[in-house]
């Protein structure tokens, strides 16, 4: 009997995913490249990307949610408390634009063509600045 995807693990899928390509790894490469570095950098398996991508990844059940319950304390200060939220965090999303990051979004992958944009990009930035 087939089991009916998680609509939890699908909706984190989809967060996931675009939250990936908004930092600039392409995770809808045929070539898995994006993924690989993704993995790398998240220190984890290129197995346990590929089922978090897919919507097929169990997202654990968190023991400290029922705790947090318990104590009538919002979870993320209890997260906060443990050591695995950090206080005052800069979210990702607001690292600034990078030309490489740029390019990537861009679809740019070629070495020649992403320095043909990164001359661009300065050649346009040096031009603003004399306005």
Avoid: H, W
Wanted: net charge positive; charged share 30%; proline share 6%.
């Amino acid at each position: 009997m087939a089991t009916r995807p998680d609509p939890a693990a699908k909706k984190f899928a989809r967060f996931v995913k675009d939250a990936a390509i908004r930092a600039g790894y392409a995770v809808n490469s045929s070539s898995g490249d994006g993924k690989a570095r993704l993995a790398k950098e998240a220190d984890m398996s290129e197995a346990d990307i590929s089922k978090i991508l897919k919507g097929e990844f169990e997202i654990p059940a968190d023991p400290l949610k029922s705790l947090a319950t318990a104590l009538d304390v919002p979870q993320k200060d209890l997260l906060r408390a443990a050591g695995v939220l950090e206080e005052g965090s800069t979210p990702p999303q607001n690292r600034p634009l990078t030309v490489q990051l740029a390019a990537q979004r861009l679809g740019i992958k070629s070495q020649k063509n992403v320095a043909a944009f990164e001359a661009l990009v300065s050649v346009l930035l040096d031009a603003e600045k004399r306005r």
